[in-house]
């Protein structure tokens, strides 16, 4: 496996694939300024003309989301030839992966051997199938294997391999020395890599949203209309994605024959040649995106200023045109609807609406078992110091990552059958799909928690003995607990409703085949309007109807809101759980 590229990029090849990402930001950045007009638009709109109740219960968990920060001993396969050899690796609470030469050289503030951030990294536990993957990926068509023979991971099995695989990246094989420590690692490199592909995912800012939006529209006008996995990760590590997905091909074509070695010598110079490119491309991306960033800015605020005032009037125009696309597409997208979309939506409704629940009835139950352990505890009269620690561990629960592994799971359980429901509307998102449950059930579990210590402190005196303190925390948790349910109920709906939109949207627009539009903008001097736009946003509402009326059915509720659990009660030792 120690067969490489002589040069993996020379000056010309360095010098074409920063024209390529002149190409991609001059391309993509036009959408992305028109889709953040859209997205203050919308922002704005909500803001004035809330269409519904919004209001959660539990109390918003104020720690950002991050990974428990790991550490220990493992082997590295590294070196030209590659060899195993001892690293000590440390994982941040950032999801980036870190190695050092000896654990001192980590205690002393040393320069690392290497880092990376774990953003679309796939990780196997299986020697097995790393071999076969990298059969995969340069298959030998002379049919001669000999020179595989000498391969280290042949020659030395591993028993506890770590080994993350990256579509564009050089492969990092580790191997632990227990099978506990290799679980360890699994559950803490797991998370690493959730948190890093769901950062813009998870931000509800205008930007964060007008960027995906920005990628989707992009690549559909570009002819790729499903939705997947190439949103994982920040602005620039999209935008790579984006582009090494155009350029593989013909990067394959070109340089793989020249590659010396066969078999899995030539897929190791291949990942190591791609990890060459990637990070050619990702330099080129973040510099590009750093430059846009005044400008970003400058227009974020000026479509504050002159949005805002307007936005009454925009809210009519937008009507109006929309009123006139609706009467012109409303035949074909019935037909569309009817024929490719309402029997499937059901089935692929109740699955995602399963995965969901389970993930949160996990919650419910970790979270209901984690106060009855507390509650125990003050009847057992702890030391100070013993139920300092025991708070401590409950408050660090949705960052434990063996713990949250019983959530976690749950939504893992269905990647195989929401995939194949998926597949047929060109939805390759599975990956996404699974990590936005897991999101999902780890912020919900972060403001029960959140929510429990803080109803607690302001009900727990030190004027109660232990058993009056423990009956405190029963009917705080009881109250938590109602909480949470409303709140999941609520979070559920959000979440399968937005993946529904995920699978059937863009197919939907496919199959329409979008016209082309005349005299686009709409708006004079903002992009926030656009036919385009508008016409999206009709086939949207359709089938956003069709979708509600789905989860009506498979939750089995009205659309009257939860009851609110208020609060400002009587005290909590007057009350019943």
């Known amino acids: ?51 519904e109740p919004a209001e959660c219960q539990l109390f918003r968990s104020k720690k950002l989301p991050r990974v428990r920060e790991h550490r220990g001993a493992l082997m590295q396969l590294q070196g030209h030839p590659p060899r ?101 690692w699994r559950l803490a490199l797991q998370g690493g890599i959730r948190l890093r592909g769901t950062v813009l995912q998870r931000s509800q800012a205008p930007a964060a949203r007008a960027f995906l939006d920005a990628v989707r529209l992009y690549r559909q006008h570009r002819g790729h209309f499903g939705e997947d996995d190439v949103t994982l990760g920040s602005d620039a590590e999209v935008l790579s994605a984006v582009l090494l997905r155009e350029l593989l091909p013909a990067t394959r074509a070109q340089t793989l024959p020249a590659l010396r070695g066969a078999g899995r010598a030539r897929a190791w110079a291949w990942t190591e040649l791609l990890d060459a ?15 846009f960033q005044p400008e970003k800015d400058e227009l974020l605020a000026s479509l504050e200023r002159t949005i805002r005032p307007d936005v009454d009037q925009m809210l009519q125009l937008q009507e109006r045109v929309a009123g006139r696309l609706r009467a ?26 399963s995965t969901v629940d389970a993930a949160l009835e996990a919650v419910r139950t970790l979270l209901a078992q984690g106060m009855d352990r507390l509650s125990r505890h003050l009847r057992g009269n702890p030391s100070g110091a013993r139920l300092r620690r025991e708070v401590y561990e409950f408050g660090e629960m949705p960052w434990d990552p063996e713990l949250m592994q019983k959530c976690y799971r749950e939504a893992e359980r269905s990647r195989g059958s929401l995939a194949q429901l998926a597949a047929p509307f060109g939805f390759l998102g599975t990956q996404s799909l699974v990590f936005g449950v ?140």
């Open 1 to 51: 496996m120690g067969a490489r590229a002589s040069s993996p990029l020379d000056k010309q090849q360095q010098q074409q694939l920063k024209g390529e990402v002149d190409v991609l930001l001059r391309n993509f950045l036009p959408c992305y300024r028109q889709q953040l007009a859209t997205s203050v638009l919308r922002q704005i709109s909500r803001e004035l003309h809330p269409q």
């Open 84 to 184: 195993w050899q001892p690293v000590f690796c440390v994982l941040r609470g950032d999801g980036r992966l870190e190695w050092f030469r000896h654990k001192e050289d980590f205690e002393n503030g040393a320069h690392v051997l290497g880092s990376t951030a774990l953003t679309g990294y796939t990780l196997l536990t299986s020697q097995p199938e790393y071999l076969r993957l990298l059969d995969a990926l340069c298959p030998d068509s002379s049919g001669d294997h000999v020179q595989e023979e000498t391969d280290p991971l042949l020659e030395e099995p591993v028993s506890f391999p770590l080994f993350l695989q990256h579509p564009f990246r050089r492969h990092l094989c580790f191997s632990a020395a227990t099978r506990e420590a290799q679980r360890a």
């Open 277 to 291: 490119v990637y990070a050619a491309v990702l330099a080129g991306a973040s510099a590009g995106l750093r430059a």
């Open 328 to 353: 012109d597409v409303q035949a074909p997208l019935r037909s569309c609807l009817r024929r490719k979309v309402d029997m499937q939506l059901s089935q692929v409704a109740q699955a995602l609406l």
């Open 438 to 577: 897991q999101d999902l059930a780890q912020q919900l579990m972060a403001n029960a928690v959140a929510t429990f210590l803080q109803l607690a402190d302001q009900c727990l005196t030190t004027s109660l003995d232990c058993h009056q303190a423990a009956e405190q925390l029963g009917r705080v948790g009881g109250r938590v607990l109602k909480k949470l349910r409303s709140d999941s109920e609520s979070a559920q709906r959000r979440c399968v409703r937005g993946w529904l939109l995920c699978i059937f949207l863009p197919f939907v627009l496919s199959e329409l085949k979008l016209p082309e539009f005349e005299g686009d903008v709409l708006a004079v001097g903002s992009q926030a309007l656009t036919t385009e736009g508008i016409y999206e946003g009709v086939i949207r509402g359709v089938l956003l109807q069709k979708i509600d009326q789905e989860l009506k059915k498979g939750l089995g509720t009205s659309d009257t809101p939860c009851p609110h659990v208020d609060d400002s009660e009587a005290p909590l030792h007057q009350e019943g759980v």
